[in-house]
């Protein structure tokens, strides 16, 4: 599998993750202009993309899923739930080509298949998504609430993960929010801090994991260089780190 993120962070969030035989589109939360052009930079056409599909229905992740559809006529896949409450957003518009799915079953797209998992993150039906080939397992696990039952297990079978790196705790507790969304960020169903990120890698995964792409990262709560230390300085630097950009796409990973 060969995968970037096209954007990472509160302002938006989109993983592109191809094989030979396939090429979806994990999350729509940034405009569908940009989208394209960065998949353009990474010499990827949009319109060759086979499927999008919706972790959850905050804006940062859902906001472009009907213009995708609409202009490059894109399939969108999410659960009823999320499509259910992703329609307040007056941005969604008609999604020409809804499918709707159980995230019980796995989502097959040729060669790939995602396995989905619920998180404790404060949306409709929140889900973590584990892509995989058939010989590797690459994680897309962000909102994800807390270090919840199940996690754990989750990151010790993977090969590659895209991981929440969101916040600083003490950014957060001496940044500008005001204290009702302080609660919510570090709360049980908010995001996971630098930490918390660290120290699942650490006490969770053995040498299958080839890299970990710190994501989701934010912008008044964290520094890309604050999240690459923290990290480093929990788990050592015996492994790839990236840090996923926020206003441009990420480095081309590979997972093999
Ligand atoms: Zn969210
Ligand atoms: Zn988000």
């Not at 009907?66 to 202009?71: F, Y």
């Not at 619920?118 to 962000?142: I, N, Q, S, W, Y």
């Not at 008044?220 to 950009?245: E, F, K, M, Q, W």
Request: glycine share 8%.
């Amino acid at each position: 599998m060969r995968c970037f993120s096209v954007s990472s962070g509160s302002n938006g969030n989109c993983i592109y993750v191809e094989s030979d035989h396939a090429r979806l589109l994990l999350d729509a939360g940034i405009s569908g202009k940009q989208t394209a052009d960065r998949l353009a930079v990474r010499g990827r056409d949009i319109r060759r993309i086979d499927a999008v599909v919706i972790s959850h229905d905050h804006s940062d992740h859902v906001r472009s899923a009907g213009i995708l559809a609409r202009k490059f006529g894109l399939p969108v896949y999410m659960t009823a739930r999320t499509y259910k409450a992703a329609q307040s957003y007056s941005s969604l518009g008609t999604i020409a080509d809804l499918r709707l799915f159980d995230p019980s079953g796995p989502l097959v797209f040729g060669d790939l298949s995602i396995q989905c998992m619920p998180t404790p993150h404060d949306a409709a039906e929140p889900l973590a998504f584990v892509v995989t080939d058939g010989r590797c397992r690459l994680g897309m696990l962000t909102d994800l609430g807390n270090l919840f039952e199940g996690l754990g297990d989750l990151m010790a079978g993977l090969d590659a993960a895209f991981l929440e790196s969101n916040y600083d705790p003490d950014m957060l507790r001496d940044g500008p929010y005001p204290a009702f969304l302080k609660a919510r960020i570090a709360g049980e169903h908010g995001h996971i801090s630098n930490i918390e990120a660290g120290e699942l890698v650490a006490a969770r995964t053995g040498a299958k994991l080839q890299w970990v792409a710190l994501s989701h990262l934010s912008e008044t709560n964290n520094t890309p260089d604050l999240a690459y230390r923290t990290h480093c300085c929990i788990v050592g630097s015996h492994r790839p780190v990236h840090v996923c950009p926020r206003y441009a796409a990420g480095t081309e990973l590979r997972v093999e």
